[in-house]
């Protein structure tokens, strides 16, 4: 059981602090935020801190830390506060709901990983990885760090899933299939062929659109 910081104070960290208080072992002790954003000086019955100094009232040796953020900015924005947050010298914890099937997956931190996921053996989850829920996550293969999954996704087997990437509602992967870094596969899109990188592909079957020229992630 550890005594849990939280990053955010909107739906997400809302969320988190539900599952984690109805269904871990963890206790919520606390919510920050960067000083920029920080309006409130408590949430859900909680102080909220400024992130710049969470480390002098809620120290690593003590607590850990969950950044369980959207997939804004390409994942890179969650990047940043897990890495800052690493900085300060926090131990993560992982959300796994006791609702998703796994079989004893290798699982990193940070990772948000809700309810009706099923990830099948052999099939391995890297560090700040959101799985939202109801996804099929194949056997044999491989997620990399910084990666979003929406729901009602299906990674087929033995794909190997590259940083950065974000899958939208009701999208499909084909086995055997390398998503490469930072592909954004749109709503109800399928992918049947190997993706470039930072490409966004949309449609059945899924096909890269153009990147316009002012556009860079």
């Not at 947050?85 to 796994?102: L, Q």
């Not at 109800?188 to 153009?210: C, F, H, M, Q, R």
């Amino acid at each position: 059981m550890a005594k849990v910081v939280i990053f955010g104070v909107m739906d997400t960290a809302e969320l988190a602090h539900f599952y984690l208080t109805h269904d871990s072992e963890h206790e919520v002790v606390a919510f920050t935020l960067t000083r920029d954003y920080l309006k409130e000086t408590e949430f859900r019955g909680l102080p909220v801190v400024a992130f710049e100094e969470v480390e002098t009232l809620y120290p690593p040796q003590e607590f850990k830390f969950f950044a369980p953020m959207t997939g804004r900015g390409m994942n890179k924005n969650r990047e940043r506060i897990y890495l800052e947050a690493k900085a300060k010298g926090y131990e993560f914890i992982s959300y796994i709901s006791s609702k998703a099937t796994t079989f004893g997956n290798q699982i990193g931190e940070n990772c948000f990983i809700l309810e009706d996921n099923t990830i099948q053996p052999f099939t391995t989850i890297g560090n700040n990885v959101v799985l939202w829920s109801g996804n099929h996550i194949g056997h044999h293969g491989q997620i990399k760090d910084h990666v979003f999954f929406t729901s009602h996704v299906v990674m087929s087997g033995h794909c190997v899933i590259e940083p950065y990437c974000f899958f939208g509602v009701n999208s499909t992967i084909r086995d055997y299939l390398h998503v490469a870094t930072g592909t954004l596969v749109g709503m109800a899109s399928a992918i049947y062929k190997d993706t470039e990188e930072w490409g966004v592909y949309i449609g059945n079957p899924a096909k890269k659109l153009p990147k316009p020229s002012h556009e860079t992630y």
